[in-house]
């Protein structure tokens, strides 16, 4: 049965409680996963699965390379991942730049600085994420994945609390996508999460908007990534490859809706309220269009929507974009669920093994993250924050490494 997404959202509600407790039981083996996402969650699931011997099909709505709103500040776990996905050579060979520190400016200017040595090794790297992602992609047709790319997921059919199917529209046409197994990697929309759970779509009013674009810097910042704190927001400015820099933030939504939602008014009226960011800015030249994306929230999702769907990267769980870690956690989310499907390989043992595995590995990091927010969004906090962590190197390390570690999260130390 081929249910599209208007009958599927009306009847899921009613329908899933009991579909999950009738087969609570039963058990699937999985040997084939189809992967909706080809960002660096689903591109690596998609790798890591591959090269262990299951069928798998990757699926991403856009054509790559395409240019993508995020920071574009690959912290340093995530180089040895690139590694083992065997991606680091053609990751290398783009030539983005290694970034040894973080700094981040109050509004009047005063600075902490976190060496990436912190955040696991000497250096991070700094790359735009159309070439980062086009790297994995490709990687992933290498490793035997079957790739649909400009091809949207359409619809979900579904039979006794199981996915069977998907749709999804490739050139023109509806392609009918079979797999034991389906994952959600299409970042904070989850698409397929709400297919299967009829969730209604993010909030009209977002709390929170991010803009994002490349310029031709005057000024350098070589090796390292810039974080300015605004009143209403963050931005980081980073060097990337082709000695262009990406300037992303994130603001409240009033605060854009008050701009007209224009990125350059926001830019001039707030970030360069930061004097840091006034210099850094000044004469810089743009060389994108700029990116707009709107950010309901933060935490854990829903790993699991359906009996055989699970949810990985930003569909699985948002962390706060200061961190420069979610492709990190993209990166291990991905690692982690690779490992439970090798080691369970059926459908029931896995839902629950990764969903506590999941935890284990992020919960910690996410409260550590949703404390600090706090700070980024209150200049009078954040300049006291960077006062108070500047004077303490011990503070400010500990901080850094809590938003990257497993296990207890800051309110259990
Ligand atoms: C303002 C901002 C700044 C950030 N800065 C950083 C940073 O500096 N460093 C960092 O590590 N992280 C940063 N992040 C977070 C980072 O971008 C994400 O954590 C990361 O991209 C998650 O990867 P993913 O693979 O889960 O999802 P995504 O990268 O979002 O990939 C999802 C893919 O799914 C595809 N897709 C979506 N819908 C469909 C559909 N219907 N059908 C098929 N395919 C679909 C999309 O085209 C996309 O390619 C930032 C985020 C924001 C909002």
Redesign the pocket.
């Known amino acids: 049965m081929i249910t599209h997404l208007g009958v599927l959202q009306n009847c899921a509600a009613a329908s899933r409680k009991g579909l999950q407790l009738r087969h609570m039981g039963s058990s699937r083996p999985i040997e084939s996963v189809a992967i909706?996402?080809?960002?660096?969650?689903?591109s690596a699931l998609a790798i890591r699965l591959a090269g262990a011997g299951f069928g798998v099909t990757l699926?991403?709505?856009?054509r790559f390379p395409r240019q993508?709103?995020?920071?574009?500040?690959?912290?340093p776990g995530a180089l040895p991942h690139f590694a083992e996905l065997g991606v680091a050579e053609r990751i290398e060979s783009v030539g983005g730049a290694a970034i040894h520190e973080t700094r981040f400016y109050e509004p009047g200017g005063r600075s902490v600085t976190v060496p990436s040595a912190w955040l696991g090794s000497s250096s991070a790297l700094s790359i735009s994420r159309a070439q980062m992602?086009l790297a994995l992609l490709e990687r992933a047709v290498e490793a035997g994945v079957t790739v649909f790319d400009g091809?949207?997921?359409t619809a979900v059919s579904h039979a006794d609390g199981f996915v069977e199917s998907i749709k999804?529209k490739h050139e023109g046409k509806e392609v009918t996508v079979a797999a034991d197994l389906f994952v959600d990697?299409?970042?904070?929309?989850k698409?397929l999460t709400r297919m299967v759970t009829g969730a209604a779509p993010p909030a009209e009013k977002p709390p929170y908007i991010?803009f994002?674009s490349h310029f031709r810097p005057r000024v350098s910042n070589s090796g390292r990534c810039e974080i300015f704190l605004f009143d209403g927001g963050y931005a980081?400015w980073s060097p990337i490859e082709n000695g262009h820099a990406n300037l992303?933030?994130?603001v409240r939504s009033e605060v854009a809706r008050e701009r007209g939602g224009h990125a350059g008014r926001i830019v001039d009226e707030l970030i360069c309220q930061n004097s840091r960011a006034a210099e850094m800015l000044d004469g810089a030249e743009r060389v994108e269009k700029w990116l707009a994306?709107t950010?309901s929230g933060f935490g854990i999702a829903e790993l699991t929507p359906a009996l055989n769907v699970f949810a990985?990267?930003?569909?699985g769980a948002?962390?706060d974009?200061f961190t420069?870690?979610?492709?990190?956690?993209?990166l291990e989310g991905a690692e982690t669920l690779a490992g439970v499907v090798k080691g369970h390989q059926e459908v029931n043992s896995a839902r629950q093994v990764y969903r506590s595995e999941f935890r284990n590995r992020f919960a910690g990091r996410l409260r550590t993250s949703a404390f600090l927010r706090r700070a980024a969004f209150m200049p009078r906090l954040a300049k006291l924050a960077v006062i108070a962590a500047g004077s303490s190197a011990g503070l400010s390390e500990m901080l850094a490494r809590l938003t990257r570690r497993s296990g207890a999260p800051l309110g259990r130390l």
């Open positions: 909706v996402g080809a960002g660096p969650a689903g699926i991403e709505r856009d993508k709103l995020c920071g574009e500040f690959v912290s992602d091809a949207p997921l999804v990697a299409a970042g904070r929309a698409p991010g994002k980081g992303c933030f994130m994306v950010v990985v990267g930003d569909a948002f962390i974009p420069g870690s979610g492709m990190l956690m993209a």
